[in-house]
């Protein structure tokens, strides 16, 4: 569960990445449109119609595309469309030729366009269609009004190729650098939250990781229990047994914690012997017999190898969150709760 709430928080590198595609989106709309509409303008009176048609009529389409976007926030379906519409206007412009039969040169920028919009493999098929479509459109020239000579098809067709692959080794291993960098900085990310000692989450998580969580999606834990857990005379073991030894009922009681929590519940040690369980829905007798519980097993636990006989035990406080605004009340709660768990004489379970 901190991993994955940990790579919940890792979604900022995806808005960067939408953000990235939403620039190249709004860009290409509004720069071809623009572009579209000069050169319709210069050419409505060409002696063909279907040139002014083709300019006016993309040039619209990429502007109403942009709009829906702006208007229904659907990114991938704006992307989509913009590459449809790339396309379409990429196959016309070859089929009609262009002002003075230059449209070939308009077709370059296209392939890295493409890449841009739909990610690297969605890019290569579709740049691999248009290729394809236009290698047929040249070499088959019945089909098309337009009439490139055979060596200009040839080197735009090559030239074109090296285009599309220089665009889809670029994109393919920024996209892998992408993903490296995006793992690297979940592990520092779980690193920096884990405590070096139990490798349970530690203070950082809670309130760099869990609480932003909670605020902001509170019906994913609400009810949340809180389970503050004390490790009795503590100070007394680590006299008597040295530190090393105190080290390993620490790591002890922190196996026997991560052995008595489901998988979307959370142990964290919260200070040298102190500890703090946080189980998502979870009313307030579940929590008491899941402190029961484990309070019962820390008793029965041989945790010393040194002295078979020493019993470690633990004090128990529990309370019950119903939203972000109330955890740091029910923190003192739980907190209040274990002081009173100690006052009774210790190895119990209050709340
Ligand atoms: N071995 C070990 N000891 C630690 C660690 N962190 C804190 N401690 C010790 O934990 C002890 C806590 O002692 P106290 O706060 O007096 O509490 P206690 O002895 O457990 O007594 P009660 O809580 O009242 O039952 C101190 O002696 C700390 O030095 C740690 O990482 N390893």
């Known amino acids: 569960m901190q991993t994955q709430l940990i790579k919940h928080d890792k979604k900022q590198v995806d808005k960067i990445d939408a953000r990235r595609r939403h620039y190249i989106l709004a860009f290409v709309s509004y720069i071809t449109s623009l572009v579209m509409f000069i050169y319709g303008i210069k050419n409505i009176h060409a002696e063909e119609i279907?040139?002014?048609?083709?300019?006016?009529?993309?040039?619209?389409?990429?502007?109403?595309?942009?709009?829906?976007?702006?208007?229904?926030?659907?990114?991938?379906?704006?992307?989509?469309?913009?590459a449809i519409?790339?396309?379409?206007?990429?196959?016309?412009?070859?089929?009609?030729?262009?002002?003075?039969?230059t449209a070939l040169y308009w077709v370059f920028p296209f392939p890295a366009i493409l890449f841009g919009l739909l990610g690297v493999r969605k890019a290569l098929i579709?740049?691999?269609?248009?290729?394809?479509?236009?290698?047929?459109?040249?070499?088959i020239p019945d089909l098309i009004p337009a009439q490139y000579k055979d060596a200009e098809a040839s080197r735009f067709i090559a030239s074109l190729v090296i285009?599309?692959?220089?665009?889809?080794?670029?994109?393919?291993?920024?996209?892998?650098?992408?993903?490296?960098?995006?793992?690297?900085?979940?592990?520092k990310e779980l690193q920096a939250n884990t405590d070096a000692l139990t490798l349970l989450a530690n203070r950082r998580f809670i309130d760099s990781s869990l609480m932003p969580n909670l605020a902001e999606q509170p019906e994913l834990f609400v009810p949340l229990a809180l389970i503050m857990c004390d490790i009795d005379h503590f100070k007394r073991l680590n006299d008597r047994y040295g530190h090393n030894v105190g080290d390993d009922v620490l790591?002890?009681?922190?196996?026997?914690?991560?052995?008595?929590?489901?998988?979307?519940?959370?142990?964290?040690?919260?200070?040298?012997?102190?500890?703090?369980?946080?189980?998502?829905?979870?009313?307030?007798?579940?929590?008491?017999?899941?402190?029961?519980?484990i309070r019962q097993q820390v008793s029965q636990e041989k945790m010393l190898k040194q002295d078979k006989h020493y019993q470690v035990t633990a004090s128990f406080g529990v309370a019950i969150c119903e939203s972000a605004e109330q955890y740091d009340e029910a923190l003192k709660l739980a907190d209040k709760m274990l002081y009173s768990a100690k006052n009774a004489g210790r190895n119990q379970v209050a709340g």
């Open 85 to 101: 519409l790339v396309g379409f206007f990429v196959l016309s412009l070859v089929f009609q030729g262009g002002y003075n039969n």
């Open 163 to 187: 285009v599309i692959i220089v665009c889809w080794i670029n994109d393919f291993y920024r996209e892998r650098s992408h993903q490296a960098m995006d793992k690297l900085q979940e592990s």
């Open 251 to 293: 790591k002890a009681i922190s196996m026997l914690f991560k052995r008595n929590i489901r998988q979307q519940d959370f142990a964290c040690r919260i200070g040298g012997e102190e500890f703090l369980l946080i189980l998502p829905h979870t009313n307030h007798t579940d929590a008491l017999n899941v402190a029961e519980k």
């Open 50 to 82: 279907l040139l002014p048609v083709i300019l006016f009529g993309t040039g619209l389409l990429f502007l109403v595309n942009i709009i829906v976007f702006q208007i229904s926030d659907n990114l991938d379906r704006a992307c989509a469309v913009e």
């Open 126 to 139: 579709f740049n691999f269609l248009l290729l394809t479509s236009l290698a047929v459109m040249l070499y």
